[in-house]
């Protein structure tokens, strides 16, 4: 009985579900702030990304004639549990829950599902907006994810195992990953931006170009849930690259672990609202170009230098 | 090949385009194949109306024709009527119609910029510009009373005057405005993304743009070097020095450094017309009844060239008052911008003519 309470809390409270729930809306809510103040806005107060999200859940749930029901609905539900189960895998100090030899495998599987899943439901909920943001959905996909899967394999590499909790305690003995690997921590933060669809990538889901992208004809829990979806896996993205590249929860101040994996985290967050904000959306083609011409070579470079030093 | 075509419906309620026109687009893959255009979603019935109000009453009909050059169709009208009067304004009252019409022109350039700006995913300059375009508005308010709609003119003149602390007052706004201006010029030359986002789209090259008689930053983006201030002065532009920008590029980029651009040169028109106020009475009694005759009136608006045909009969009412808008020649371009264009960029060329259905269909 004790096993299984314990069981539960892991996986619907901390770091389960809840803790994941509170870690969205609040790095969404800094997300937005942080962005509003840099355009010289005010933004939103704290509690706004969750009054939003309870406003879209209370609203009507309307799909298209045409759509198919069942997939439109069972395909949020997919993609925030694959989120949900990456989230186990992730050490946020100390140990993953599920942590195993070779977890840096799977969170990046379970990573790529979500893409896989928007841009089936953009065919599937039968609009040409939603059409054509699947269409770049897959593109931007097979453009960003190439350099970002080789830049994460460094840290492994390097590390010599694929458990991310063997390779932050690699850090804690020799030295932060980002330190080692520069170029390949930037090449994960522009793979993170494409991954989570974030200006100046947002190019499925350009809503001057193509309305919301996919997630056009969602509306009410479904599009909640999607929302929720991407906010967290903003969040267990930002955890990954905390973990592989800034050392997980070890500050070296003398802080305690928590404090320094939130300060970390929040680093990488800003970076993001800060480029959000920076730049104008790429075209897909423009996307696909940058994405084999520049960070692909590089990507391949980093590696190639990671093996070097590991030669060495 | 034609299983992958698409029809794109768009407007005209869109989120793309804030003005009410519809295009059908064919689509193949990411390519503009066809594009057919419907308009006449805003027709109110302006000209018509105006056959059947005084001459005093239309000032302010014609006013409404458009919400952001507002000021410029009343004083293209005004002059219609005036030159048919054969009435002599005082300079003072025409200069502060030309002041008024030139901060109108950074106001309708700065706002263009930052609707680009939010059609690139460019959030940070769209509200980098709405913000600076709140000091125009301002200004314009403080002159005024209105922020859109001025209600400034009237046949003979204008029904508004400066003092000397406004002129100090509006002085010091635009010495504030100056730097932010300076900004955005900046931003439309060295901004990379923004760049790469509007060269090379919607061409429209220097030929094509004159047969379809482009006006104002359209064809001036295209290496035509027309400017109804300079090329037939009106008003008291012939007083004034400025320069007419052009660009040869003939796209987006083009159309946007010309706009950029021009703020600049509005800015420094708006201190000349300041500095040179002349002391006077800013308007003439104007008779109500017009004697037969006919007359076309023109004048740069911030789009371009905008023509005003009145006709009168002798009587209290116009019998004709015919607009043609700077809209109508950026429209007939359209077509021709959108062939061939990624689907990305469909807004970006809509937006690049900076669109005015509401002047257009009138």
Redesign the interface.
């Given at each position: 009985m004790r096993a299984f309470l314990s069981v539960l809390f892991t996986l619907l409270i901390f770091p389960g579900f809840l803790f994941l729930f509170v870690c969205a809306l609040t790095f969404q809510w800094i997300d937005r702030k942080v962005a509003a103040r840099l355009q010289g806005r005010i933004g939103p107060p704290w509690f706004q990304p969750l009054a939003d999200f309870i406003k879209l859940m209370a609203k009507e749930d309307i799909l298209p004639t045409g759509a198919h029901k069942t997939a439109c609905a069972l395909l949020p539900m997919l993609s925030l549990a694959s989120v949900l189960t990456a989230s186990l895998y992730i050490p946020l100090g100390g140990k993953g829950v599920n942590a195993f030899e070779g977890d840096l495998i799977v969170v990046l599987f379970l990573l790529s599902l979500p893409a896989l899943t928007y841009f089936l439901a953009g065919w599937l909920s039968a609009s040409v907006y939603s059409i054509i943001g699947g269409n770049r959905a897959l593109l931007q996909y097979f453009s960003y994810e190439v350099p970002f899967l080789m830049v994460l394999t460094g840290p492994a590499v390097l590390s010599g195992s694929w458990s991310i909790t063997e390779i932050v305690a690699w850090q804690s003995r020799a030295m932060w990953m980002v330190l080692v690997q520069p170029l390949g921590f930037i090449l994960a933060i522009i793979g993170l931006i494409g991954k989570l669809k974030r200006n100046p990538l947002d190019i499925p889901k350009a809503k001057s170009e193509i309305g919301a992208g996919p997630l056009t004809e969602f509306s009410g829990r479904k599009l909640a849930l999607w929302y929720l979806m991407l906010y967290m896996k903003t969040v267990v993205g930002i955890f990954l690259l905390v973990n592989l590249f800034l050392g997980g929860s070890g500050l070296g101040l003398g802080l305690p672990g928590a404090v320094g994996f939130a300060l970390k985290s929040l680093f990488i967050l800003l970076i993001l609202s800060v480029v959000s904000v920076l730049y104008a959306r790429l075209r897909i083609d423009q996307l696909a170009n940058f994405g084999w011409r520049v960070l692909a070579p590089l990507a391949l470079a980093q590696m190639l230098m990671v093996v070097w030093i590991g030669v060495i | 090949m034609s299983n992958d075509r698409?029809?794109?419906?768009i407007g005209p309620q869109h989120?793309?385009l804030k003005e009410p026109l519809s295009f059908m687009l064919t689509v193949e893959g990411?390519q503009v194949v066809d594009s057919a255009l419907r308009l006449g979603y805003v027709h109110r019935g302006l000209e018509r109306i105006c056959q059947r109000r005084s001459y005093v009453q239309n000032v302010h009909v014609v006013e409404r024709v458009c919400g952001i050059c507002s000021h410029v169709h009343s004083s293209t009208y005004c002059q219609a009527v005036e030159t048919l009067l054969e009435l002599e304004v005082p300079p003072r009252g025409l200069y502060l119609r030309a002041l008024l019409c030139e901060l109108e022109r950074i106001h309708s350039h700065v706002l263009w910029l930052g609707v680009l700006?939010?059609?690139?995913?460019?959030?940070?300059i769209f509200?980098?510009t709405w913000?600076d375009r709140e000091i125009v508005l301002d200004i314009m308010e403080e002159l005024s009373g209105g922020r859109v709609a001025h209600a400034a003119n009237i046949v003979g003149g204008v029904s508004i005057d400066v003092d000397e602390d406004q002129i100090e007052d509006i002085q010091e706004r635009l010495d504030n405005l100056e730097p932010q201006l300076a900004r955005f010029v900046d931003l439309v030359h060295n901004?990379r993304?923004?760049q790469?986002?509007t060269r090379g789209v919607g061409l429209l090259p220097t030929g094509v743009a004159r047969g379809h008689c482009a006006v104002g930053p359209t064809a001036r983006g295209s290496g035509i070097d027309v400017d109804v201030r300079r090329d037939t002065p009106y008003g008291i532009y012939d007083q004034l020095s400025f320069s007419v920008i052009t660009v040869d590029d003939g796209d987006v980029w083009a159309r946007a450094a010309v706009r950029a651009e021009e703020t600049m040169e509005s800015l420094d028109l708006c201190r000349q017309l300041l500095k040179g106020m002349p002391k006077g009475s800013i308007k003439t009694r104007a008779p109500r009844r017009v004697a037969a005759g006919e007359v076309v009136s023109r004048s740069e608006a911030p789009r371009g060239e905008v023509v005003y045909y009145v006709r009168s009969d002798g009587s209290e009412q116009p019998a004709r008052v015919k607009i043609r808008t700077p809209t109508l020649p950026a429209l007939s371009t359209l077509p021709i911008q959108l062939q061939g264009v990624?689907?990305?960029?469909?807004?970006v060329v809509l937006a690049g003519v900076d669109l005015c259905i509401a002047c257009a269909d009138r």
């Open positions: - | 698409i029809t794109i419906p989120p793309a990411e700006a939010e059609i690139l995913g460019f959030t940070t509200m980098y913000q901004e993304s923004f790469a986002r990624n689907t990305a960029d469909i807004p």
